[in-house]
């Protein structure tokens, strides 16, 4: 494996450094972790944005009706 330099503020080193003793764990695998990840939640929400992109330029769209019920369900209190 390539060793490469990554700067973390000191805050995340120490916090890093606590959690790598209390699981027995090297900071580099947490750290891989972390990334990997980060990473694989921002492909969903980029995933997930060009979706939506890629319906409305279909012209896929709800309706006005739909959107107000559908709002009209979470912002009414139930009786």
Do not use: C, W
Not at 58 to 78: H, I, K, L, N, S
């Amino acid at each position: 494996m390539i060793a490469n330099t990554l700067e973390i503020r000191p805050d995340l080193k120490m916090q890093l450094d606590h959690l790598a003793d209390e699981v027995h764990r090297s900071e580099s695998d947490l750290a891989n972790e972390a990334v990997t990840l980060y990473l694989a939640q921002q492909h969903r929400i980029i995933g997930r944005i060009q979706e939506g992109l890629a319906q409305a330029q279909r012209g896929e769209f709800v309706t006005d009706d739909d959107m107000e019920a559908f709002f009209a369900r979470y912002t009414e209190p139930q009786a």
